[in-house]
């Protein structure tokens, strides 16, 4: 029937909670396993980028494949940790860090313009042209200071997303 | 709704606009001069994303919900047991009996009337149709079925197809014990398959293979035959084509509704008060479903015989197919969700991922036109 081990324990439950910085309650961590398990079908303690594609809403998302970069291969703990920054508990600025970790798919802290590029590609498919995307892109970077051959770190996406904020966030359904 | 981008004339075909039900935060249309954050700012994306990992119509169409256990307690727990002792100790082993003694008596009358009775006349097709009716009413009764019909019965004429709601196989067995409908089903192996073969095709019976790509157009001539036969038996289509989990719909193929005939809605709502009906074919065969119902109490449900619909001037047929789906889901207090039953063994469309690119590429590109 492939279903995953026993429930989760209080300790568990605690040691999740401390993983994810608290971004969720108790209950919420217990409705985040449920999904987890209901998505997990194969019951191998982790979700496969295929158990999540079957899920036509994700499956459709023009960063489907960027996020499942991020996302295949992860046990609950760091599912949870995943999405603490769609928490209404998280601060503003680890929203921003994780917006920066989408684009740093290399994981050395910069982003470059080519990293832009590749999300701004997935953004918009075949209905802009390579060369009007860099074109864009140049023009937006020029007129904020920075220039194309520039590497933003956090600090920068802090300084371009942080006023006034961004709204990210998903509320888990608590039965 | 408007703002989906210039070329309406690409709106597939084949499905109504999910666009209708998706979130609309994304679809949200900026002014103003394009600046760098507009670009950078890919939460909107990752929020719908994120919002579909935690939670999503389409998995929840296909839950089981197992009932709240009872049996808690120091009390109600000998109780419990009590029950376990008799549905299968008792009960099962009595219907077991039932069926078997329905079985010899369907063959003993069935097989002779098939082969012996020479050609295609109305009398043995009275007979065979006469047949299937009593073993569907031995099937029902050997999982104690308390099934309550409202509405007109189906009459037999033609230019009229029968739709409904679709939660396991069982559904076509309640409604076959009370109309000999001849039906639309997927070719199953083992057991079920012999007798889709043998007994069924006597009702008259139209085969389709899900995995196949040409078999939708074989499949819509051999319907459209049917309908216009007169003699034939009226014919029952499940449009969600799969099973679902009798809380949701999913969305109706439009095959049955493009036929230029009459269209009755059947609305089939399981009572889970006993047993939960819904045959979830990822996590059991069929057999050990109709075990499971064979060794609860009894399997409770409403039909609900509805209003013959017909296609109005000006309306498409998925159109038509969604207004159905809509008296059924409402008739039998269903929610209806926008997926195509079929992603359940699929991905879907790119078209739709498309669709979100062009509005955000256009938008970006019409925004830096303005200076």
Redesign the interface.
């Known amino acids: 029937m492939g279903n995953t081990s026993s429930m989760l324990t209080q300790y568990d439950i605690e040691e999740v909670q401390e993983h994810c910085n608290h971004a969720f309650s108790q209950q919420e961590i217990v409705s985040l396993y449920k999904r987890f398990c209901q998505l997990d079908r194969s019951g191998g303690g982790f979700i496969s980028a295929d158990e999540f594609l079957s899920v036509p809403e994700f499956a459709v998302n023009p960063l489907s494949q960027r996020l499942l970069r991020m996302v295949d291969g992860l046990n609950f703990k760091e599912f949870v940790a995943f999405l603490s920054a769609f928490s209404s508990r998280t601060s503003l600025q680890q929203k921003i860090e994780f917006i920066f970790k989408v684009y740093d798919s290399d994981c050395n802290g910069k982003v470059t313009f080519d990293d832009v590029l590749d999300i701004l590609r997935d953004l918009t498919g075949s209905f802009m042209t390579e060369q009007q995307r860099e074109k864009v892109l140049t023009y937006v970077l020029e007129e904020a200071g920075y220039t194309k051959g520039s590497l933003l770190d956090t600090n920068d996406f802090t300084k371009v997303l942080g006023n006034p904020g961004l709204k990210m966030e998903v509320e888990v359904p608590v039965d | 709704m408007e703002e989906l981008g210039s070329p309406t004339a690409e709106i597939d075909p084949d499905r109504p606009n999910i666009e209708d039900y998706?979130p609309r935060e994304s679809i949200q249309e900026p002014n103003g001069k394009?600046?760098?954050?507009?670009?950078?700012?890919?939460?909107p994306?990752?929020?719908?994303?994120?919002?579909?990992?935690?939670?999503?119509?389409?998995?929840r169409c296909f839950?089981s919900n197992p009932p709240e256990p009872w049996n808690w307690n120091v009390y109600l727990f000998p109780l419990w047991c009590l029950g376990v002792v008799v549905r299968y100790g008792i009960l099962f082993p009595v219907r077991v009996a039932i069926l078997a003694v329905g079985w010899i008596a369907f063959f003993s009358a069935f097989l002779p009337v098939h082969f012996l009775m020479s050609g295609d006349n109305k009398f043995k097709r009275k007979i065979e149709r006469k047949l299937v009716e009593m073993m569907c009413s031995v099937f029902v009764a050997s999982w104690t079925g308390v099934v309550k019909y409202h509405g007109p019965r189906p009459s037999m004429r033609p230019q009229q197809v029968f739709v409904a709601n679709h939660t396991s196989m069982i559904d076509f067995i309640i409604l076959e014990q009370m109309t000999a409908f001849a039906v639309i089903m997927q070719k199953h192996p083992g057991w079920v398959g012999f007798i889709q073969k043998t007994i069924l095709e006597s009702v008259g019976c139209i085969w389709f293979n899900r995995t196949e790509a040409k078999d939708r157009e074989i499949v819509t001539r051999k319907i459209r035959g049917h309908v216009h036969g007169a003699d034939n038996n009226p014919l029952l289509i499940f449009p969600e084509g799969t099973c679902v989990n009798n809380h949701y719909t999913v969305m109706f193929k439009k095959g049955a509704f493009e036929l230029g005939c009459a269209v009755c809605p059947v609305a089939i709502k399981y009572n889970k008060i006993f047993v939960d009906a819904f045959w979830n074919s990822?996590?059991q065969s069929f057999t050990m479903h109709l075990a499971q119902l064979m060794t609860s109490w009894a399997v409770v449900c409403d039909v609900w015989y509805l209003e013959p619909q017909f296609l109005r001037p000006g309306e498409s047929p998925i159109e038509f197919a969604e207004r159905v789906r809509e008296i059924i889901s409402v008739r039998a207090g269903l929610k209806m969700v926008p997926?195509d039953g079929y992603?359940k063994y699929s991905?879907?469309s790119p078209k739709?991922?498309?669709r979100?690119?062009?509005i955000?590429?256009?938008s970006?590109?019409r925004r830096?036109e303005e200076e």
Do not use: Y
């Open positions: 998706l394009l600046h760098l954050r507009d670009l950078l700012d890919i939460s994306a990752l929020t719908e994303a994120a919002g579909a990992i935690i939670d999503d119509s389409f998995t839950k990822r996590k997926w992603l991905r879907p739709h991922t498309e979100k690119q062009q955000f590429a256009e970006v590109l830096l």
